[in-house]
DNA sequence: TTGACACCTGAATACTTGCTCATATATTAC
DNA sequence: GTAATATATGAGCAAGTATTCAGGTGTCAA
């Protein structure tokens, strides 16, 4: 369990600031554009939240998990039949959105179903699909 | 390069579609359920692209290398000496984003200068911001 | 109590990823 | 031409990930 409970965030931000205390020795080209871009810059802890969030939605068995349930609450067996996979893999990823706070479950009995925790979820699901409806050349076309 | 190419991907379609071929020996709970979820889920091709989009921004720097290219167009070395890593890893992290369609890029002499394909990445990066600074209770806390 | 069921979880495994290091390419200055 | 600079890239490694498998927990019914 404690593998879910934010190690991962704190050794990305160690290394973060490893990052920044070792020394760059490459040339500055535009001094002001770098110094600017320093300054506004999303700080490390910031940019890891947003990669976990991300990354919850990097894989496409989740991205159907969470497009299942933007419909309707659903018990994990169901849900595993939605989407012709196991029920220990399905479990195993329900876990993870759980852990990373994109969906919430509620016991009934020996039933568990799953929801979306909030409507933020949906908005970022939205997005990503409308930008991989249109707009999508296809990754090959891009490989130069 | 042939990596980035898309194998990817059409692995990941070749397992879905194996994942759907597959037959599932759960019993369901609510078959109406099962059935409206089936037929309004995103095709596996759809889940594919999203969640590569979503890849693409599942990592620290890839979100910081964003992050700085939101507010200008800036060169790889520029790009490093902000970022505090190498310029090695930078290019890599570059090469990923621009196959992935996120970025583009524009050569000026020895130069290249990054810049973000289009507003839409904006959308998806500022969506992503949003969540990470409100709404945020922390990993750790929901380790249950 | 016994068994069936819905779900969870740890280990194992094959695969993926992000970096470094060394090196290659291309442009510019001399 | 040579040297320096800006970027790209391939190999390699350490770490992370998604699934399967085997087994565990808790609930319900007979």
Redesign the interface.
């Known amino acids: 369990?404690?593998k879910?409970?934010?190690v991962k965030?704190t050794r990305?931000v160690i290394e973060?600031r490893q990052?920044?205390a070792?020394h760059?020795d490459?040339?500055?080209?535009?001094e002001a554009?770098?110094r600017?871009?320093?300054a506004?810059?999303?700080d490390?802890l910031?940019?890891?939240?947003?990669?976990?969030?991300?990354?919850a939605?990097?894989?496409?068995t989740?991205?159907?998990i969470i497009?299942?349930l933007a419909?309707?609450e659903?018990?994990v067996?169901?849900l595993?039949?939605?989407?012709?996979?196991s029920?220990s893999a399905i479990s195993h990823q329900l876990r993870l959105l759980?852990?990373?706070?994109l969906v919430r479950h509620r016991k009934e009995g020996r039933?568990v179903y799953y929801v979306l925790d909030?409507e933020?979820?949906q908005?970022?699901?939205q997005?990503?699909?409308?930008?991989?409806?249109h707009?999508?050349?296809?990754?090959?076309d891009?490989?130069s």
């Open positions: 369990m404690s879910y409970s934010g965030a990305m973060y990052q920044i070792d760059c490459v040339v500055l080209v535009d554009r770098v600017a871009a320093e506004n810059l999303v490390g910031t940019a890891t939240h947003m990669a976990e969030t991300f990354q939605l990097s894989d496409p989740r991205v159907r497009s299942t419909q309707q659903l018990c067996c169901d595993a039949a939605v989407l012709g996979m029920q759980r852990v990373m706070g039933m909030d933020h979820i908005h970022l699901f997005e990503g699909l409308e930008h991989a409806r707009g999508r050349r296809g990754v090959a891009r490989s």
